[in-house]
Nanobody
């Protein structure tokens, strides 16, 4: 079983920044696809960003140019740098690790991000 643990959420004012971290116990972390979803109250879970083993990343249109996903394979960690935050970015952010051969996803418990004055 792969453990996934997020951290870094909190309260930030509009226009501010936060960096989320996600560390895993995956023994072959470098081959995993990593990503972040978010879910706001009353909304469906939304894919925010993904990064594959080679480092290529994709983003939801709503966060392009503001969020950056990156990975440090030596630390088995993926990051989500969030800049120019908006109130509509408020949600619980979930990290996942996907084993590419089976497409099985392992999820973290989520971290709350609140953008408000």
């Amino acid at each position: 079983q792969v453990q996934v643990v997020e951290s870094g959420g909190g309260l930030v004012q509009p226009g501010g920044s936060l960096r989320l971290s996600c560390v895993t116990s995956a023994s072959m972390f470098s081959i995993y696809t990593m990503g972040w979803y978010r879910q706001a109250p009353g909304n469906e879970r939304e894919l925010v960003a993904t990064i594959i083993r080679g480092g290529s990343a994709d983003y939801a249109e709503s966060v392009k140019g503001r969020f950056t996903i990156s990975r440090d394979n030596s630390k088995k960690t993926v990051y989500l740098q969030m800049n120019s935050l908006k109130p509509e970015d408020t949600a619980v952010y979930y990290c996942y690790a996907e084993y590419p051969l089976t497409r099985k996803k392992y999820w973290g418990q989520g971290t709350q991000v609140t953008v408000s004055y």
